[in-house]
Every structure is written in C-alpha cells, then in structure tokens.
C-alpha cells in the first residue's frame, strides 16, 4: 500500500513567482548555520533540521504554506515529512535546493530580515484595492520588490533608488519575472532625480525618510492621486535601526505632510513585522489627493 505524499515539491521559478508577486510563503532553511551565513534567500528563517524537533513551536502552523529550502533538496524532503507528521500544512520542498535557486540570495546571519527581501510590503497588500490603475512610481526602491509587485498587478511602474547596484538587481528581477519596469538611478536629496509635476497617478515610498519629498510627492501625484507610504517612528530605537532621528516620524507627522488630502487608510503601531516576527515601530498612510 502506497503511503499518500504529504507535502509537494515545488521548483524554483514557481517560488520565486510567487514571493514576488506577493503571495505569502514562509521560507524555512534546514541547513546549518555555516551555510546559511554562506548564501540564503532573502527573508528565509534558518532551523536547522537536527533542531527542528525541539523548535516546533517557532514555526507558524496556519494555513500558510511553508517551503523547506535546503542544499540539495535531500533535508528539505526529511524536514517536510517530520513536519507533515506533526500536522504541519501546506508543505512544499525546493526543488533541488538552494543550488536551483533563480532568485537574488544574500550571505550573514540576518535571519528572516527581509530589508532586500523579495516579497512586497504587507502595507502595499493590504491596501492594494484602494490604488488607481496607472502610471506609479515607486521612491527608494532597493531592489524593486513593490516596482515588481505593482507591474505584475498591471501598473505602469517607474522605479528610483540612488544605489546602482539595487537598481541593476530589480532590474534583473524584473526581466526574470518578465514584468516591465523603469528603474533608473537617481538621488532624490541631492536633485539629480526630480519628480515631474503632476504626473503619477501613484506614489509608493516604503522605508524612507527625507522630509523636503513630502511636498514633491504631492506635487508630483495628479489630482485623484494616491499616495502610500510607510517607514519607522521614533520609537524604532528600542527594537534596532534605524535609530537616527532625523529617520524616524514624530507622532502624527504623516498626516500632517498630507494635510487637506482623503485619508484611505491610516495607521501607527508597534507589533511584530509579518514576514520576519522582529517587533518595529512603523506609521503608514493612504491619502488621495483632491480632485
């Protein structure tokens, strides 16, 4: 008798697609400390899988689906039956493991931080259907995560970031995800990237602060517009960086910078980020603009 399979295999294209079109996915690593500071993928929570049995409880056992990503596939597959027996689904193992990984990969202990992660911010998901199809541009993009979200959704996506390096790899990604973006490089502080008056029908700005944009976002957003941004406060210094103040939002700040604007969505909170569970201090705002 035919023991029925209790997880899937799923290769890594389809994963990559699905982290970056913002499907939630944990990414579980089984492999050893020594390789995971060697090359992971970006957002993945290392447990190694002679450690699993006695970390059950970190692991989320909801309808969330978990990829098991190890070096060859071989521990993946083991980790995902013991997994199964202890009533853990959707389960899936990487294909070949992280030696078939097509996406970026990153090295260091940084154990779930997603800050070059591949997945779009849970603030842009949530608040998704309250954005005008359009022309979009996303500021400070790092390596085009949102970029790469909204042109899968259908947006007309421009892209900048003052790091080259980011701007090549979203540019990288996109191309291997066979979404169209425009992502240039561009330093918003220093005026060799000025947003065009009245141009985007969306702004998106994520983890970034630099006050004099608040009013170049508005002008640059056309009437109906509707801006989304989101970064750290300053209570942020309790829990890790940024902890410059210059950084962080005063209470309140983000509705002020959009004063006279249609609050769509509003929020301040300390809580645990929901991709890596590390607590944060973050304000986000959607705010149309009039007309």
Not at 130 to 157: C, H, K, Q, W
Not at 247 to 264: C, D, N, T, V
Request: aromatic share 8%; glycine share 10%; proline share 7%.
């Amino acid at each position: 008798m035919t023991t029925p399979q209790r997880f899937q295999s799923i290769d890594g294209e389809e994963l990559y697609r699905r982290l970056a079109t913002g499907e939630s996915v944990v990414i579980l690593d089984v492999r050893t400390e020594t390789e995971f500071q060697d090359r992971h993928i970006p957002g993945s929570t290392l447990v190694p899988l002679h450690e699993l049995e006695g970390r059950l409880n970190e692991l989320p056992n909801s309808s969330t689906p978990i990829a098991l990503v190890c070096q060859h596939g071989q521990r993946g597959a083991a980790a995902c039956k013991f997994l199964a027996e202890h009533g853990f689904s959707p389960l899936l193992n990487l294909e070949g493991g992280i030696e078939a990984w097509p996406g970026p990969l990153t090295t260091g202990a940084h154990n779930g931080n997603h800050h070059h992660g591949i997945a779009p911010s849970s603030f842009l998901l949530e608040s998704f259907e309250l954005l005008p199809r359009g022309l979009t541009l996303d500021i400070a993009m790092g390596e085009g995560r949102n970029a790469i979200y909204l042109a899968s959704r259908g947006f007309d996506v421009d892209g900048v970031d003052a790091d080259p390096q980011a701007v090549s790899r979203a540019r990288a990604a996109a191309r291997k995800l066979g979404v169209p973006i425009r992502a240039v490089v561009g330093n918003l502080e220093d005026g060799t990237y000025i947003i065009p008056i009245e141009t985007y029908d969306v702004i998106v700005c994520f983890n970034y602060l630099h006050r004099p944009l608040f009013q170049d976002i508005r002008s640059g957003l056309v009437p109906g517009g509707v801006v989304v941004y989101q970064t750290f406060t300053h209570e942020q210094p309790q829990f890790g960086r940024p902890n410059n103040p210059e950084h962080l939002l005063q209470p309140g700040e983000l509705k002020k910078a959009f004063s006279g604007y249609e609050i769509l969505r509003y929020r301040e909170r300390i809580g645990p980020a929901r991709q890596t569970g590390k607590m944060r201090a973050i304000a986000g705002i959607v705010a149309r603009k009039p007309g």
